[in-house]
């Protein structure tokens, strides 16, 4: 595929991204799309096949610049439970950003989507539970350091911090002034941070 192609194809991507995290999949419209992406029906289909394409792919590319934010920020830190600490205190900034929304696209879609769009709603479970894994290998990684007690269980408390994200992004959603959701994310920070032996 042509350098030319291959940007143009990304940054209509990226614009369906948008698009798709704001509004739903079921309020974006192909008339949405076509302003959004300043393409015509026929060169969308031919780049993304169908909407329903291109939302999952839309899917896979925000899990995965969201997995590349959390890696990067695990990346500073030599404790994985300070790294995840810091993690939820980076989630605590969503009010102070521009974002076409604060909550979890993949959440978002796992509450629309229904059974005409297996596929899709396939995609964010998958997704979600990629994250998820993510969480508990960070986990693991700790137990392993000798950071948490032998006893704990890194399946329980990955799904635990998986749905407090899930609920501080949604939270973060409403009209709520953004030290409240900072201050949130800094008590889910410090209840990572309290489960570290001394």
Same mark, same amino acid.
Request: aromatic share 6%; proline share 3%; charged share 30%.
């Given at each position: 595929?042509?350098? +030319?192609?291959?940007?143009?194809r990304q940054d209509s991507l990226e614009r369906a991204l948008h698009l798709f995290w704001q509004k739903g999949f079921h309020a974006t419209s192909l008339k949405d799309l076509e302003r959004t992406l300043d393409m015509r029906p026929g060169s969308i289909?031919?780049?993304? $096949?169908?909407?329903? @394409?291109?939302?999952?792919?839309?899917?896979?590319?925000?899990?995965?610049?969201?997995? /590349?934010?959390?890696?990067?920020?695990?990346?500073?830190?030599?404790?994985?439970?300070?790294?995840?600490?810091?993690?939820?205190?980076?989630?605590?900034?969503?009010?102070?950003?521009?974002?076409?929304?604060?909550?979890?696209?993949?959440?978002?879609?796992?509450?629309?989507? $229904?059974?005409?769009?297996?596929?899709?709603?396939?995609?964010?479970?998958?997704?979600?539970?990629?994250?998820? +894994?993510?969480? /508990?290998?960070?986990?693991? @990684?700790?137990?392993?350091?000798?950071?948490?007690?032998?006893? @704990?269980?890194? /399946?329980?408390? $990955?799904?635990?911090?998986?749905?407090?994200?899930?609920?501080?992004?949604?939270?973060?959603?409403?009209?709520?002034?953004?030290?409240?959701?900072?201050?949130?994310?800094?008590?889910?920070?410090?209840?990572?941070? +309290?489960?570290?032996?001394?």
């Open positions: 595929m042509p350098r +030319a192609t291959l940007h143009n289909y031919a780049a993304f $096949g169908s909407k329903d @394409a291109l939302f999952q792919e839309a899917l896979e590319r925000y899990a995965r610049l969201g997995l /590349v934010e959390l890696e990067r920020t695990l990346a500073e830190y030599d404790s994985p439970l300070a790294g995840l600490a810091a993690y939820l205190r980076k989630l605590g900034c969503l009010r102070d950003q521009e974002l076409p929304s604060r909550a979890c696209m993949l959440v978002k879609s796992l509450l629309e989507l $229904g059974e005409r769009e297996q596929a899709a709603l396939g995609k964010a479970e998958a997704l979600l539970e990629a994250m998820e +894994a993510g969480f /508990v290998e960070q986990f693991r @990684a700790a137990k392993d350091a000798g950071e948490l007690e032998p006893s @704990a269980d890194p /399946v329980r408390l $990955g799904r635990r911090l998986q749905a407090e994200v899930m609920g501080l992004r949604a939270y973060a959603q409403r009209e709520v002034d953004s030290q409240a959701v900072h201050a949130l994310a800094d008590d889910m920070a410090r209840s990572i941070e +309290a489960l570290r032996l001394s």
